[in-house]
């Protein structure tokens, strides 16, 4: 792995000075008195917004082409490859579309923590305020804060040092290659078919997450008509019989009006699929390097015959080495996140309408014979029906929250859940690859994770039948 990083290192310095060819080529114009690589700032040395937490009202927008004089402007005053800081933006913030702040707390268009801001922080477009919601100053700070860390003489090094993970170390360079080989438009390219592709999924998750609750209140009403109606039929007096079909007409009109909507749903729905297919399709025909796998989220798999059943990478998916009762895996990811088959296997069972626990969801076979229970998503692929035969990483469905679920992610479970997935050796390989661990340091690929990271003991069924442990069966 080290050798591959510093590969990639030494291809991204190598690509570097070759972007005056390019058709976005802008040329950079460096801002007066910017601070040095050398000395971080002194307590009270910059203003910063207050609070720094808050982003602005109005978020501040650029084209792409403002964008690219920025990361070359940046990159050619400290010394850094503009592609490094246009993988970073792309990684930390997607080009600043989603600024923060995050969970740790990291704010910006670079995804500066407060603390690291006030030592690194410029104040690059002149107005007074080191701003990290501002392109400017955020871009210029992180390539200072890279120079600092010695981006000029060891890139990979100064990547780690921005976020200490060395999968984040391999995304950003490995894209940072990419955008360097191809160029500005390969930059820009891949930037409009990823938000295309995430678009697409998000809006299938969104369409189908109306039509469930607009089915849920038809087959209601449908079925108070009905019992209006039969208590109607069931009356002797006439005056009462009247009443109450009435009462069953107006519900009848309501359960029309709400079947209506269904019928508009489903057709929204097949036209939202029909978008999504187009959108994957021109993401698996633009390019099929490695290295923007995480950017379409396509399935990741190693040798030992798996898919990992979740796609974004690390940057957005990560896992709890524990589930809160029993032997699972809460698996994190946003809504709309692409599920597939983790093995060739045979679908068992699949239901695209939520039942109260497990919401949407499937059970297949695997080759192996073991059993997986996926839990909670947005929609379910039509395809994934009783009998159906899937190959490994093979679409399934969107990730979501029905049943019970407090957010967005897939809940894996073997059936039945007598261990947790998480202690499966496939799974454990792909920590760093395709998810990192939420509650311990994610190891490089290849490696196991630490004997220091918590482990949990089985919960057997006894012990779960006596606690009231609802298990997501079928």
């Not at 438009?185 to 609750?213: C, E, I, Y």
């Not at 290849?446 to 779960?464: C, D, L, M, R, W």
Request: hydrophobic share 40%; with cysteine.
């Amino acid at each position: 792995m080290r050798r591959v990083l510093l590969g990639l290192a030494l291809a991204v310095a190598s690509v570097a000075g070759t972007a005056s060819a390019d058709t976005f080529r802008a040329l950079p114009s460096t801002p007066a008195n910017l601070p040095s690589a050398s000395v971080p700032n002194q307590t009270g040395q910059i203003s910063v917004p207050t609070p720094i937490s808050a982003p602005p009202t109005i978020p501040q927008s650029l084209n792409f082409q403002q964008l690219v004089a920025l990361w070359q402007g940046a990159g050619s005053a400290y010394g850094i490859p503009w592609e490094v800081l246009a993988s970073i933006n792309k990684v930390e913030s997607n080009f600043g579309r989603n600024m923060g702040p995050s969970s740790a707390g990291a704010v910006g268009w670079m995804q500066f923590m407060p603390s690291t801001w006030e030592r690194w922080g410029v104040d690059a477009s002149g107005d007074g305020v080191a701003d990290p919601w501002n392109p400017e100053d955020a871009i210029y700070a992180a390539a200072r804060y890279l120079a600092a860390s010695g981006g000029a003489q060891d890139i990979s090094r100064a990547v780690l040092s921005y976020n200490h993970a060395q999968w984040y170390v391999d995304e950003v360079l490995q894209l940072a290659h990419t955008f360097g080989s191809g160029g500005l438009d390969t930059t820009f390219k891949l930037d409009r078919l990823q938000v295309s592709l995430d678009g697409a999924r998000k809006n299938v998750a969104a369409v189908n997450r109306q039509l469930v609750a607009a089915l849920r209140v038809q087959r209601s009403l449908s079925k108070q008509e009905g019992r209006w109606q039969a208590k109607a039929a069931g009356t002797q007096l006439l005056s009462r019989q009247l009443d109450l079909q009435k009462t069953a007409t107006l519900v009848g009109v309501r359960e029309h009006a709400a079947a209506v909507r269904v019928a508009g749903l489903r057709a929204r729905l097949r036209k939202a699929t029909d978008a999504l297919t187009q959108a994957s399709t021109q993401a698996q025909t633009t390019t099929s390097a490695p290295s923007v796998g995480a950017l379409f989220a396509t399935p990741v798999a190693n040798d030992s015959g798996y898919v990992f059943p979740v796609g974004g990478g690390p940057s957005v998916v990560s896992v709890s080495h524990h589930h809160h009762d029993y032997p699972a895996a809460d698996i994190a990811a946003p809504e709309g996140s692409p599920l597939y088959a983790l093995a060739d296997s045979v679908v068992l069972k699949a239901w695209a309408e939520p039942d109260p626990s497990c919401g949407i969801g499937l059970t297949l076979r695997a080759s192996d014979g073991q059993e997986w229970t996926y839990c909670h998503l947005s929609y379910l692929d039509p395809q994934v029906v009783q009998g159906a035969v899937l190959s490994a990483g093979q679409s399934v469905g969107l990730v979501g929250s029905t049943g019970d679920a407090t957010g967005p992610h897939l809940h894996l479970q073997i059936d039945p859940p007598t261990h947790y997935p998480q202690l499966e050796p496939w799974f454990q390989r792909f920590a760093g690859t395709a998810f990192r661990w939420q509650d311990a340091p994610t190891p490089q690929p290849g490696e196991t994770a630490s004997a220091s990271a918590p482990v949990f003991a089985q919960v057997s069924s006894k012990s779960s039948a006596s606690s009231g442990v609802i298990r997501f069966t079928r």
